[in-house]
């Protein structure tokens, strides 16, 4: 259906009072933020592991037995393996340039990708020297691993290993859903453990032990992301909190299960919050302080207030709407790339599915473009699940931008994100550039259908959390 905007302010009056003006101080336009791009990241991690691999071939010295066959072979593999590791590491470090440009979640899909190669070269690497090892002091495969494990480097290799094996079991989807949030930080905590231990395995392996400079420069490569790790992780968050000294503001109903929180602080246009982007939120009353969240901005920042909208999805988001004002927050952000940074064309279609209006509902307002330049789709099944309908009107109305809900369930015979449908909504959608953000069932068959109708996938731009 469409609907028929209706004028409105921006934050919606309880009933039977009168609408108040919308915020006279808006947030001044953040200051464009350094960015690195997807294509030039993946280009540094794989000229990375290149020059790894010319290291290796540089010291490799050819040879007709078996045994250094087997033992140049886990060279490799554990060389490549230790660089994974710091690659995987930075990719979590939450470094702005790598978060604005790249978007938290192609970070995240990368970096359970790069876990998968990760832990197939450890355990290459490990079978080859075990094999090696068998075949040189020539013992069965059970001797030689009791051999190995009495040298103290190998023993803390071990301990790693079993410690990353936890990490990528715990990290499978399945597993993932069914497990707390805080078990799996914690599992995913002793990771950094696994690394220094392999670090220093590595230190004591031969391709490093023989070369001050090859030493010298792997140990600035794990000295430089463990102080990244540190800073972006742990100062920069500590230092924000104590800087803008956030509470929560008001909590207001905004539907069936749902709510919008205001964060008030001082001097958060400072934070240089964009439209789109998300922060990790956590709320320091009991139930909540140990978990730290992300949800989008729902609404530009003004008066030194951020905005989320949350809809009760489990235990902790239920928590939420029992939130007092003047609880201490501390939020780690901003993130995401789902930004007007990302925008190549002038007309734009926002596609939302739900809850996922939140980020899209900020870029509907803020946007820059004329009457018709702009289109919002709002997915949903009925209209009690949609979130935010009279501030969307609102922003319709005033920027004379067409605003369509799509409503119906899921499993209805007509799918209104079809291809055909979508051209019939949308004129020229081809020529469109597409934000997009939802359910991921809705996400990806929704990223499917505009592909089908005409839309370049290098001009979808999508961001969601969840991954395993």
């Known amino acids: 259906m469409t609907s028929e905007a209706r004028p409105h302010p921006l934050y919606v009056p309880l009933p039977g009072r009168p609408a108040p003006a919308p915020p006279a101080t808006a947030a001044p336009a953040p200051v464009p933020a350094l960015r690195l791009a997807p294509d030039r990241l993946r280009t540094g991690i794989l000229a990375g592991a290149g020059a790894v691999a010319l290291f290796w071939g540089l010291q490799a010295r050819p040879s007709a037995r078996l045994d250094a066959f087997f033992a140049t072979g886990a ?182 299960g749902v709510v919008s929180v205001l964060v008030r602080g001082r001097g958060v ?35 030194d207030t951020l905005r989320i909208t949350v809809k009760a999805l489990g235990d902790h988001t239920r928590r939420i709407r029992r939130l007092r004002p003047g609880t201490r927050v501390l939020a780690a952000g901003p993130f995401g790339a789902l930004t007007a940074h990302r925008r190549t064309r002038r007309k734009v279609l926002l596609l939302a599915g739900g809850v996922g209006i939140t980020p899209l509902r900020a870029l509907f307002e803020t946007l820059p473009g004329g009457p018709g330049d702009v289109t919002l789709l709002y997915r949903a099944s009925d209209a009690a699940g949609l979130v935010l309908r009279t501030e969307l009107e609102a922003i319709a109305r005033e920027r004379q931008a067409a605003l369509h809900f799509l409503l119906g369930p899921s499993d209805d015979s007509f799918d209104p994100l079809a291809p055909r449908a979508l051209r019939h909504l949308v004129p020229e959608l081809a020529a469109h550039d597409v934000y997009l953000c939802g359910p991921p069932a809705m996400a990806r068959a929704a990223t499917a259908h505009l592909i089908r109708a005409g839309v370049p996938a290098s001009r979808i731009h999508s961001e969601d959390f969840d991954h395993g």
């Open 269 to 303: 246009a400072r934070l240089q919050a964009e439209p789109g982007q998300f922060f990790r939120w956590r709320f320091l009353r009991r139930g909540l302080w140990a978990t730290a969240l992300p949800f989008s901005l729902s609404a530009p920042v003004r008066d």
């Open 75 to 256: 060279h490799l593999t554990g060389l490549l393996a230790g660089y994974g590791v710091l690659v995987l590491l930075l990719l979590m470090a939450r470094v702005p340039a790598v978060e604005h440009g790249v978007g938290a979640d192609r970070l995240a899909r990368w970096h359970a990708l790069g876990g998968r190669y990760v832990l197939g070269l450890i355990g290459a690497h490990a079978l080859l020297a075990l094999i090696g090892y068998a075949v040189h002091t020539r013992t069965d495969l059970v001797t030689a691993t009791g051999g190995l494990l009495g040298y103290g480097a190998i023993a803390a290799a071990t301990a790693g290993t079993a410690l990353f094996v936890a990490v990528g079991v715990t990290s499978a989807r399945g597993v993932r859903r069914r497990l707390p949030h805080e078990t799996w930080r914690a599992v995913h905590l002793g990771g950094l453990l696994a690394a220094a231990l392999g670090f220093v395995h590595q230190l004591a392996g031969p391709d490093l032990a023989d070369s001050l400079l090859a030493r010298w420069l792997w140990s600035m490569a794990h000295g430089t992301v463990a102080v990244l790790l540190l800073w972006y992780r742990v100062v920069v968050p500590v230092r924000a909190a104590l800087r803008h000294e956030l509470r929560v503001a008001e909590v207001r109903d905004e539907g069936p």
